[in-house]
């Protein structure tokens, strides 16, 4: 069976771009092969320098990732820094890295371009990636297309450690997906936090009400007919209906007579209806109190034993016992 691995960012209250985008791929992996996943929370100190906002995320996330359906049974699920060994093996595999590759990040570059400080954190993110993957043994890493570079780099690496040491790392495969579209926000942007034009998954009827009707639409009188192709409501709606209502609704766009703010009061209750059943998960994981950290105990416990066993391969590889 394949080890599927993957690593997420804790990076605060999830919005439906990062539910479509990010958390639903991971999920539905379950199934697939052996699923391995964890919160990349030493990753997010490159740009999070906020004691009590980084232990909220890994909690959030954590109770957001099993409200919409992560089996903790199925799939080992643990917190990075749980595992000394992501850096222990980072600092091996950076006496191997040359530092012109690094240079060409362009992940590097884009981050430094958005204003966070270029510290040696940043600048060496993706080995610290390539330990990540390295240490379990992973066959596949499905990523988006912004992380392609920082996998060929974890192939690059496994290849000169095992040049140079002996055949010790198994050389792991991106899985690129293409298909993940972009869930436009409420401004038809890209849905971004950066962008505040997000909808939270788990917010409050009447706030997500309120953002709802807020979606820009252009000035197409009421009764005029309207273009579904590039409708922002539309767009979201297609995630979360029926392709029975996504129909009706693309047939009354066509004919006219009926106002935007019909079609966003559909898209509203559609909303609530597909989501209800994870809200209600995420009440009852909330009422139980420890539940949370015991699933990354576990998963700490079950990650620990086979990244011990990567280390002491790595170790006698190197000399270092
Ligand atoms: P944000 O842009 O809100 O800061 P992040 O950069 O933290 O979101 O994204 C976390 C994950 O969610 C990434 O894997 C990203 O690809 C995915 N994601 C974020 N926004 C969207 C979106 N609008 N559409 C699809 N996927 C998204
Ligand atoms: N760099 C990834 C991102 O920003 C997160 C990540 C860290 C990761 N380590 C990983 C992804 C290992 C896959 C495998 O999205």
Same mark, same amino acid.
């Given at each position: 069976?394949k080890?599927?691995?993957?690593?997420?960012?804790?990076?605060?209250?999830?919005?439906i771009g990062?539910?479509?985008?990010?958390m639903?791929p991971?999920?539905?992996?379950?199934?697939?092969?052996e699923?391995?996943?964890?919160l990349?929370?030493?990753?997010a100190?490159?740009?999070?320098?906020?004691?009590?906002?980084m232990?909220?995320?890994?909690? !959030? =996330?954590?109770?957001?990732f099993?409200?919409?359906?992560?089996?903790? !049974?199925?799939?080992?699920?643990?917190?990075?820094?749980?595992?000394?060994?992501?850096? !222990?093996?980072?600092?091996?595999?950076s006496?191997?890295?040359?530092?012109?590759?690094?240079?060409?990040a362009v992940?590097?570059k884009?981050?430094?371009?958005?204003?966070?400080?270029?510290?040696?954190?940043?600048?060496?993110y993706?080995?610290?990636?390539?330990?990540?993957?390295?240490?379990?043994d992973?066959?596949?890493?499905?990523?988006?297309?912004d992380?392609?570079?920082?996998?060929?780099?974890?192939?690059?690496?496994?290849?000169?450690?095992?040049?140079?040491?002996?055949?010790?790392?198994?050389l792991?495969?991106? !899985?690129?997906?293409d298909?993940?579209?972009?869930v436009?926000?409420?401004?038809?942007?890209?849905?971004?936090?950066?962008?505040?034009?997000?909808?939270?998954?788990?917010?409050?009827?009447?706030p997500?009400?309120?953002?709802?009707?807020s979606?820009?639409?252009?000035?197409?009188?009421?009764?005029?007919?309207?273009?579904?192709?590039?409708s922002?409501?539309?767009?979201l709606?297609?995630?979360?209906?029926?392709?029975?209502?996504?129909?009706?609704?693309?047939?009354?766009?066509?004919?006219?007579g009926?106002?935007?703010?019909?079609f966003k009061k559909?898209?509203f209750?559609?909303?609530?209806e597909?989501?209800?059943?994870?809200?209600?998960?995420?009440?009852?994981?909330? =009422?139980?109190?420890?539940?949370v950290?015991?699933?990354?105990?576990?998963?700490?416990?079950?990650?620990?034993?086979?990244?011990?066993?990567?280390?002491d391969?790595?170790?006698s590889?190197?000399g270092?016992?």
């Open positions: 069976m080890r599927i691995l993957t690593g997420i960012q804790p990076s605060g209250t999830l919005h990062n539910y479509f985008g990010a639903r991971i999920l539905d992996m379950q199934g697939r092969g699923v391995f996943v964890f990349a929370d030493l990753h100190l490159t740009s999070l320098r906020d004691a009590d906002a232990r909220a995320n890994v909690h !959030e =996330a954590t109770v957001d099993l409200a919409c359906g992560l089996d903790p !049974e199925k799939t080992v699920y643990w917190r990075q820094s749980d595992i000394p060994a992501h850096a !222990e093996l980072m600092w091996i595999l006496t191997l890295t040359p530092k012109p590759m690094l240079e060409l992940s590097y884009d981050k430094v371009e958005q204003g966070i400080a270029a510290n040696a954190g940043l600048f060496t993706p080995v610290l990636q390539a330990a990540d993957i390295l240490l379990y992973s066959d596949v890493v499905p990523v988006g297309r992380q392609r570079q920082h996998l060929e780099m974890t192939r690059d690496i496994a290849a000169k450690f095992n040049a140079a040491y002996g055949d010790t790392f198994k792991p495969d991106a !899985e690129i997906s298909e993940v579209a972009v436009p926000g409420l401004d038809g942007r890209k849905m971004s936090k950066s962008y505040g034009n997000t909808l939270e998954l788990f917010q409050d009827e009447k997500m009400r309120k953002k709802v009707m979606i820009v639409t252009d000035s197409t009188p009421l009764e005029a007919p309207k273009d579904p192709a590039g922002n409501i539309l767009a709606y297609r995630l979360v209906a029926s392709p029975e209502q996504v129909a009706r609704m693309e047939d009354d766009f066509r004919a006219g009926i106002g935007y703010g019909d559909r898209l209750e559609s909303l609530q597909y989501f209800a059943p994870m809200r209600a998960r995420r009440a009852e994981i909330l =009422a139980r109190p420890g539940y950290d015991e699933v990354l105990e576990e998963g700490a416990r079950r990650a620990r034993a086979i990244a011990d066993a990567t280390m391969r790595v170790r590889a190197v270092l016992r």
